[in-house]
């Protein structure tokens, strides 16, 4: 098999992913208008292809916009020239916009946080600009599984961040068409369709808890193969009963 037909092989397994993703949380109606969050990092290109390839036949009917934001601040460049070329084929807007913060005044949270928080603001704006209804987010099931243990380890709370959203302080609603995706699907095909990587990378990107906590799904998946469906099948299989309970004084 070829290349180019072993990608478009891929592409139609992860088409099927998105679909089922799509059905089962309802992430998309009738006369959505979506706008993609593009930090131009694998995940965020696959999200774009694959919704670019879905808004051209996919019942109930949405339209498409794009939004890279930049942190002025933080030492990392992204081809801005490559992310409107690489929606220009999938006639998806592009908009760029820049945004900063100073970490030395806001010691409240790690520079991570900021980042995600202050971009995330630019990107409400502009959603609202384009009276666009939900964002589309490039998290894929591994963020998914890892951010549900790093909220338990840390936090001693049972949730993570869910395929679909609403957001009523922003009168948003975030959604996750790549919940169902695993990482290394997308890494298999950002490296059959050569997505081009950031100039420059984020410094903070691999000091983040959420390293360790893909090594210990990595370390579960050895004791049991199926752990990663099992643990995405553990969130919607709730046993209160068999659960701890403060009853009331």
């Known amino acids: 098999m070829t290349v180019p037909d072993a990608r478009e092989k891929l592409l139609k397994k992860l088409d099927q992913k998105m679909k089922k993703a799509i059905f089962d949380y309802h992430l998309l109606e009738e006369g959505d208008r979506v706008l993609i969050a593009l930090s131009g990092g694998k995940d965020s290109l696959a999200l774009t292809e694959l919704l670019g390839r879905k808004v051209k036949i996919y019942q109930p009917r949405f339209s498409l916009l794009s939004a890279h934001v930049s942190m002025s601040n933080i030492p990392y460049q992204s081809n801005i020239e490559y992310l409107q070329q690489f929606t220009k084929q999938y006639n998806i807007p592009f908009i760029h916009r820049r945004t900063s913060f100073n970490p030395e005044t806001d010691t409240r949270k790690s520079p991570c946080f900021l980042c ?123 046993q209160p009963d068999y659960l701890p309970s403060i009853k009331n004084k």
Not at 158 to 181: D, N, Q
Not at 191 to 204: A, R
């Open 116 to 238: 995600s928080w202050y971009r995330r603001k630019v990107l409400f704006d502009i959603a609202k600009e384009y009276n666009c209804n939900k964002i589309a987010l490039g998290h894929h099931q591994d963020d998914i599984l890892q951010t549900l243990l790093m909220n338990m380890t840390h936090q001693g709370a049972f949730g993570t961040m869910p395929p679909l959203l609403k957001m009523s302080k922003f009168e948003m609603t975030l959604i996750r068409p790549m919940c169902l995706i695993m990482e290394k699907e997308l890494k298999i095909l950002s490296e059959m369709s050569g997505y081009l990587k950031q100039k420059k990378n984020c410094p903070y990107e691999n000091s983040s808890s959420r390293i360790q906590m893909k090594t210990v799904i990595e370390i579960l998946e050895k004791m049991n193969s199926q752990v990663r469906s099992n643990m995405w099948n553990s969130m919607t299989h709730i």
